[in-house]
């Protein structure tokens, strides 16, 4: 789960080489654009307010509007426990501390490790489609799709039978809804039918008045969300006719749509919500709301500025520019673009009072995304917030700190059963439901370090902002939980005397034992070790700071002092 590492690497690179503070609006231009339709998903342009997402696709006849809700997930809390494992905890190191690798090695596989979660079954999923179908349009040229990184919005232009058609897309934070608006430069030349979809049979649509209605379950036996989206549709001159689930609209001048998405993850009465979101945004104009969301969003994009050149490759399509770079031209402004991409989609798919960006942030149009879309917390969910601090937008983790707070109860559940410790653990991954127990494969999932390097995320953020409040209140209680379990957890090595942590590994990594065989569990795994010394002096310090737990800490430095150096 780290074959996006690299990317990240030259993407924290590049903070330190030209950012600078920026506290008036900069007229530099940052647009991904295209002088085509994206004719497959990942081609499509994603727009998110931290909880509603969507991917537009630019489609001149056919209109494709994937949609998203952060909290549109399959199934429910489960356990996966092995109710062996704690029995078996010490015969595996004992056999891991003989050197006998892979005889251990298989020992925790069917004594330690739970079962995994089967694919599609607890899963992230598309909230469904908004498709429009539109007449007469022909002879089509100067067609151009791009977003605007300044303002987080998509538009799509071009001109039929010369009139000049404009669409307009964003998704507002601060008024909770996808906005559309369609125009054309001459009256009475809009004719179009739209209608929401979704894979699968979960749904059910219906159209009345001016609004389009889908509801559905998003489950796997029975468990699961249950959600809601409102489109809400006014049109400016000519007719809106409402059959068989779809609105067309007949020779209007303007029309203006929004949309809504809501689940009962939160909380019931997700149709009911759904329509108060409408029925607030629809008081509003569309250049007021479009005013609202830029002013919002550019509150925390408008930040940070990164400049390397006086750009010369704006005209240039943004793709062709990405070819060119890959055949040995030099862009730097497209470095720029990719640098604020970065932010940009952290600031789409991560709000205070939501969840945290998942695998995909918050970008999925199928029911069954790669690795359930869920939390990876052995490197993913790390890398999603490692720009967050850097770049001035501390806000965003704000999700991610709920979430892993939120990991603490069934995280000491899992510690106590699984291993017989106090404070709490979590593995390689998780999901919206909190799971916490090592599943699958030893090779990626025996590894007792997912907490334990999240919590270090608390810590970066009181040292950047000195917020003694969030450090007494929020990182502590997580830290302390997560450095108890090791206190538990470390044991002694036979031959050196020294602590060491384990059964572990390191993540997706495997061995060849002295006889040959292949293994991935051992005792000690030196990133271990590097996570656990950092989680102790991160206890430490904050003790000092707060003047609070001092035998703790004198617990956690006389354990340091024991534990096994780096190689």
């Known amino acids: 789960m780290s074959r996006y590492f690299f990317p990240f690497v030259l993407f924290l690179a590049l903070i330190f080489q030209g950012c600078k503070t920026q506290n008036s609006t900069p007229e530099r231009e940052l647009k991904l654009w295209y002088n085509e339709p994206a004719n497959e998903w990942v081609e499509a342009l994603p727009i998110g307010n931290g909880r509603l997402g969507a991917m537009v696709f630019g489609g001149i006849q056919t209109e494709r509007i994937q949609l998203n809700e952060e909290s549109v997930w399959t199934g429910g809390p489960i356990e996966r426990a092995n109710p062996e494992a704690l029995e078996n905890l010490d015969k595996v190191r004992q056999l891991l501390f003989e050197g006998k690798y892979a005889e251990g090695d298989r020992l925790a596989q069917e004594k330690i490790m739970g079962k995994r ?28 799709r791009d977003l605007d990184l300044r303002t987080a919005v998509t538009t799509t232009r ?15 934070a601060s008024d909770q809804v996808i906005a559309v608006k369609i125009s054309a430069s001459e009256k009475g030349k809009l004719n179009f039918t739209t209608w929401l979809e979704r894979p699968g049979d979960a749904e059910v649509v219906s159209a009345s008045g001016n609004q389009l209605l889908m509801t559905g379950f998003a489950q796997y036996k029975g468990r699961g969300t249950r959600f809601a989206s409102v489109v809400n549709v006014e049109n400016t001159g000519g007719e809106l006719v409402a059959a068989d689930g ?73 793709n062709e520019r990405l070819e060119r770079v890959k055949n040995g031209a030099t862009d730097n402004h497209l470095t720029e673009l990719y640098f604020q991409f970065g932010r940009y989609l952290l600031i789409s798919s991560s709000r205070p009072g939501g969840l945290p960006a998942n695998l995909q942030g918050i970008w999925d149009g199928t029911l069954s995304p790669p690795w359930n879309a869920d939390y990876h917390i052995n490197i993913n ?45 979590a593995h390689h991954t998780t999901d919206v439901w909190k799971f916490t127990d090592p599943i699958g494969m030893t090779g ?76 991935a569990v051992c005792m000690g795994p030196a990133m271990d070790h590097q996570i656990i010394r950092e989680l102790f002096n991160n206890c430490i310090k904050t003790s000092e700071i707060l003047n609070i737990d001092i035998q703790f800490a004198d617990t956690l430095r006389t354990m340091l002092a024991q534990l096994t150096p780096s190689q």
């Not at 071009?158 to 507002?172: H, I």
């Not at 609209?249 to 149709?271: C, M, P, Q, Y």
Request: aromatic share 14%.
């Open 444 to 519: 990626y999932g025996m590894w007792p370090m997912g907490a334990a390097w999240c919590s270090d995320h608390f810590w970066e953020h009181y040292d950047y902002t000195g917020d003694e409040k969030f450090l007494r209140e929020k990182a502590y209680p997580v830290l302390k939980d997560a450095a108890l379990f090791f206190v538990d957890f470390l044991v002694e090595d036979p031959k050196t005397g020294l602590l060491v942590s384990g059964p572990s590994m390191s993540p997706e990594n495997r061995f060849f034992a002295s006889n040959g065989e292949r293994a």
């Open 158 to 172: 071009f001109t039929s039978d010369g009139v000049k058609y404009t669409r307009e897309v964003f998704a507002s």
């Open 381 to 425: 969910i790390q890398m999603n917030y490692w720009p967050a601090l850097v770049t001035n937008l501390a806000e965003t983790q704000e999700p991610f700190f709920e979430f892993v707070d939120g990991l603490r109860e069934r995280g000491s559940k899992t510690a106590r059963e699984v291993y017989g410790c106090r404070g709490f653990v």
């Open 117 to 144: 979660i089967d694919g599609g079954k607890h899963t992230y999923q598309t909230l469904g489609d908004l498709f429009f179908e539109f007449e007469g349009l022909g002879n089509v040229s100067d067609y151009k």
């Open 246 to 318: 779809k609105m067309t609209v007949k020779n209007a001048d303007e029309v203006l749509i929004l949309v809504s998405g809501r689940t009962n993850f939160w909380g019931d009465h997700e149709t009911e919500k759904a329509a108060e979101d409408i029925r607030k945004a629809t008081q509003t104009a569309f250049n007021q709301l479009k005013t609202n969301h830029i002013a919002e969003y550019q509150e925390l994009f408008n930040r940070v500025d990164l400049a390397l050149n006086n750009p010369d490759t704006l005209h240039i399509p943004t």
